[in-house]
């Protein structure tokens, strides 16, 4: 049993993980089987087979000793890690480069397009009371609203003055 095991769930790509005991936050395995058991390498064997083949540097455990593996009997516990994801614009050069001259782009200029002009209608001015009231186009020369029974200022077309349907507007028009 140079194994561990544990339920947290883990991700294929965390092989290698370290897996920390809940106590001490001591190293006691490393994560070897992302989304399948979730098991572990107990370090000590980790440290060990290291050891043997010599590639442990003396300073590398406490106690400065790597002849003997270190046995630890703690609980584990792994850590779940977030995948990290980067993004590699890829380069582009010619073979052989001599030396590196920065090169300057232009910014392309911004195109223009002109705004259509907005339409202008004259809003409808309020018609004067001077006329009298007395039926359609009395003393009227222009447009008249029965509604309001006056006239509408001078300078209205006859188009303008029957476009005021709601007004009830007659063309008397001169």
């Known amino acids: 049993a140079d194994e561990v095991g544990y339920t947290l769930d883990t991700e294929r790509g965390s092989s290698g993980s370290p897996v920390l005991s809940a106590k001490d936050n001591a190293v006691v395995a490393l994560h070897n089987c992302g989304g399948c058991l979730n098991g572990g390498v107990k370090i000590n064997k980790v440290i060990k087979d290291l050891t043997a083949a010599n590639l442990v ?7 400065g000793s790597t002849s003997a593996p270190i046995t630890t009997s703690v609980t584990p516990v792994t850590t779940s890690v977030a995948p990290v994801t980067t993004s590699v614009t890829p380069a582009t050069s010619k073979s052989p480069m ?4 920065p090169v300057t782009t232009k910014a392309p200029k911004p195109a223009t397009t002109k705004a259509p002009k907005p339409a202008t209608t004259k809003a409808p001015v309020a018609p004067t009371t001077s006329a009298p009231v007395g039926g359609d186009c009395t003393e009227c020369k222009g447009c008249y609203t029965k509604l309001l029974g006056a006239c509408f200022p001078n300078g209205f ?15 008397c028009g001169n």
């Open 57 to 63: 540097p003396k300073d590398a455990l406490a106690g």
């Open 98 to 101: 001599t030396s590196i001259k």
């Open 157 to 171: 077309t006859e188009a303008q003055c029957v476009s005021f349907t709601v007004f009830q507007t007659t063309w």
